[in-house]
C-alpha cells in the first residue's frame, strides 16, 4: 500500500502547491498589467547590446513611432564619442523626455551611459529601467510583423520597450502572459490551468481600464467582452476606412459585431471622441438614460459632466437621501446606481491613474555604492512566497524577505506589496561578490544595524 499512499499524497501537495503558484501569478500580472502609464511624453526605447549594438527607437505621446537608430558603444568612457553623439541627436531630434532602457544584457552599462549623457545636456530627459520580459518574443511574432512591417525585428524590441513605459497594459496584451516572466516555476505549473488564469487576468484588466476604440490595437480589444480577435480586426479596418469613431452606437455598423456583441462590450469601450461625454465612461448604453435623469435630480445636465463640474455628486445623491432612496427613484440597482456615480465624477477617468506614478530617474548606482543603513527609494518588481523583489535603481534587485515587510504577522508578502509599488526601503546587508542585496520595510531594523 505504502508506494500507491505515497503517490497519493504527493499528487495532493504537488496539485496544492501549483494551485497556489498560479493564484501568485496572477496576482502579479494584474498588478505589472495595471502599472501607471507615463502620458504625454515622447520616449526614446533604448534595448541593450554588446555586439550587435544597442537599438533605439522614438515613439511620440500617441505610440507613433518616429526615428530609430544602431549605435555600438564599447562602454569606455574614453572611447563612446561617437554613440553619446548619435544618442544626443535622436534626442535634441525628437525632443525626447524619456527614456525607456531594457533590463536585459548589457543593461547596466547602458543605463550608466544613459545617467551621463543626461547630465550632459540641457534638455530636462529622465529614464526609467524597464522589464524587457517578453519583448523578443513579440518583436519575432506574426503580429509584430504585421504591426512594424518596414521595421527589422530588433528595433521593433525597442519599440516595445518604449510603448510599455507609456502604457504597460496596451503593449504587454500582445505578449503571451506566461512569457512576461511574474512568479516561479512557471515552466512546472499544468499549463493548461495556468493558460486559462493568466488569460482571465489579462481580460480582467483590459476590461476594468477599457479601451479608447480609435487607438486600440487589435490585440487590446480582442480581450474586451463580446470581441474576437476577428472583430477587433474588423473594428480597426472600419476606422483606418472611415476616420475615428464620434459614437459608441457606430461600433454597430462593423461588420459581424452583432446586436449581442455590442451590448457585452459597450461598456468597456471608450470613445473620447463622441459629442456624448457617457460614451467617454463605463457607464453601459443601456443605463444612459438612468445617468441623465441622475443628473437632472442632483440640478446638473450631461454639459456639467463633459466639463467636470460633477465632483460634488456623490455628496449631493446623500443630501437626497442616500443610495438606496435615489436609485429607487431611478428604479435601478444599488450596484448600478454606485457605477454611474463614481463614473460621472471623473468621466474618463482612467483608474491607474490613481496609483503613485511610476519611478523615474536621472542618475545610476552601482552596487557598491550601497551602505547597510542606506533609505532608497524603489519599485517592486516581483512578489513571491518568501519576499519581494525591489528595484532601488541598481542592476540588481534587492530581496526583502517575508519577515522584514511589516511587524505584524503575514501568511503571503501580497497582503502588503503588489508589484509596482513604490515603497521606501533600507539596506540591511550587501554581498558584492554573491550579487546579493537585502532589505528591509521595517525602520527598526536599521536602528539595530546602526547600532551594531
Known sequence: IMPSVEREIRSELTAKAAEGAIKVFSSNLRQLLLQPPVKNQITLGFDPGYSHGCKMAVVDSTGKVLDSAIVYPTFRKDKDNAAKAKIKAIIEKNGVTAIAIGNGTASRESEALIAEILHEIPQKVSYMVVSEAGASVYSASKLAAEEFPEFDVSIRGAISIARRLQDPLAELVKIDPKAIGVGQYQHDMPKKELGETLDGAVEYCVNSVGADVNTASPSLLSHIAGINSGVAKNIVAYREENGAFTSR??????????????????????????????????????????????????????????????????????????????????????PTLQDIVKELQKPGRDPRDELPPPLLRTDVMDINDLKPGMEMKGTVRNVIDFGAFVDIGVHQDGLVHISQITDKYIKHPSEVLKVGDIVTVWVLAVDVKKNRISLTMKRNNIDKVKEQ
Request: one cysteine or more; proline letters at 3%; hydrophobic letters at 40%.
Open 249 to 334: 452606437a457606430q461600433l454597430k455598423k462593423v461588420p459581424k459585431l452583432g446586436a449581442k456583441a455590442y451590448e457585452q462590450c459597450a461598456g468597456f469601450v471608450r470613445v473620447p471622441e463622441s459629442k456624448n461625454v457617457l460614451d467617454n465612461t463605463g457607464v453601459h448604453p443601456e443605463s444612459y438614460t438612468a445617468a441623465k435623469e441622475l443628473l437632472e435630480l442632483c440640478g446638473l445636465t450631461v454639459k456639467d459632466a463633459a466639463k467636470g463640474n460633477t465632483g460634488a455628486l456623490k455628496a449631493t445623491v446623500e443630501l437626497l437621501g442616500g443610495d438606496k432612496k435615489v436609485a429607487e427613484k431611478l428604479g435601478i440597482g444599488l
